[in-house]
């Protein structure tokens, strides 16, 4: 097996994002391209990550290929890896290590780790298609800015969808907050099947999946009501045919 990313920051920043949902992991390879996903340990969350083999440099997999590996020290053997660096990952012969290796030309520099591949149960989960009554597509770094400044005045974070865009709303001690995302003109894309729907989610959930967001897409859509987990979707590479994918089950509120 022999992956190189056409981008190799993007990837970095995707490992980034999901060792904070999946401290081990399994990379699951295919012709198609690299899937990792699973639930999180609070099972809270499910994380659904695919870099397809058209948004690679170099893609060799011969047969299907599943291998376990620990995503914190992953994280941390690509955290100093550039945009300007070419990343390419593979196993030994064995198959029991990862190889990370990365090199720049300009710089002079090249870099390999090997990390020790892990035993773990096949728990591949396929989540059925879910119909929601709300959804809106719009810029990342808006959702996300709001989502970062509301965090810190509660603890649960409830999103309102209706004809004015989309609220953003959580309270606590120390006072409550509500921002609104108008439907404007702005590139925001909502569809609606009932007058407005309402769900909460854990802030710091919320607050981790727009963290991984950010350094992945430009654009960002969330699906949700009160009924269904939300789906937070983001879309990149060449044709948007690589994808990371949250999902969030809501959060009772007591009266």
Excluded: W
Excluded at 45 to 71: E, R, S
Excluded at 138 to 167: P, R
Excluded at 218 to 241: C, I, N, V, Y
């Amino acid at each position: 097996m022999k992956l190189v990313p056409s981008d190799s920051s993007l990837f970095r920043n995707a490992i980034e994002a999901l060792k904070d949902f999946l401290p081990v992991a399994q990379l699951r390879f295919s012709a198609d391209g690299l899937n990792i996903n699973g639930m999180d340990n609070s099972h809270v969350g499910f994380v659904d990550y695919f870099l397809a083999a058209a948004d690679c440099k170099t893609f060799d997999v011969n047969d299907n290929l599943t291998l376990g590996i620990n995503m914190t020290v992953l994280a941390r053997a690509l955290a100093a890896v550039g945009s300007e660096d070419e990343l390419t990952i593979s196993d030994n012969k064995n198959q029991d290590k990862l190889v990370i290796s990365y090199a720049n030309k300009k710089a002079g520099k090249q870099v390999k780790f090997e990390v020790p591949l892990m035993d773990i149960s096949d728990d591949t989960l396929q989540l059925p298609d879910i119909e929601y009554d709300g959804s809106i597509t719009l810029k990342t770094n808006d959702i996300a800015a709001v989502v970062k400044e509301v965090a810190g005045f509660g603890e649960v974070l409830t999103l309102k969808l209706d004809k004015d865009g989309l609220h953003i709303s959580t309270k606590g001690d120390t006072g409550s907050v509500c921002q609104t995302l108008n439907v404007d003109g702005a590139i925001r894309i909502m569809n609606l099947k009932t007058d407005s729907v309402e769900a909460s989610y854990g802030t710091k959930y919320m607050a981790s999946i727009m963290k991984g967001g950010v350094s992945l897409a430009t654009m960002t859509t969330l699906d949700f009501d009160g009924s269904q987990p939300l789906r937070a979707t983001f879309l990149f590479g060449k044709e948007k045919a690589s994808r990371f994918v949250n999902y969030l089950a809501p959060k009772l509120i007591e009266d």
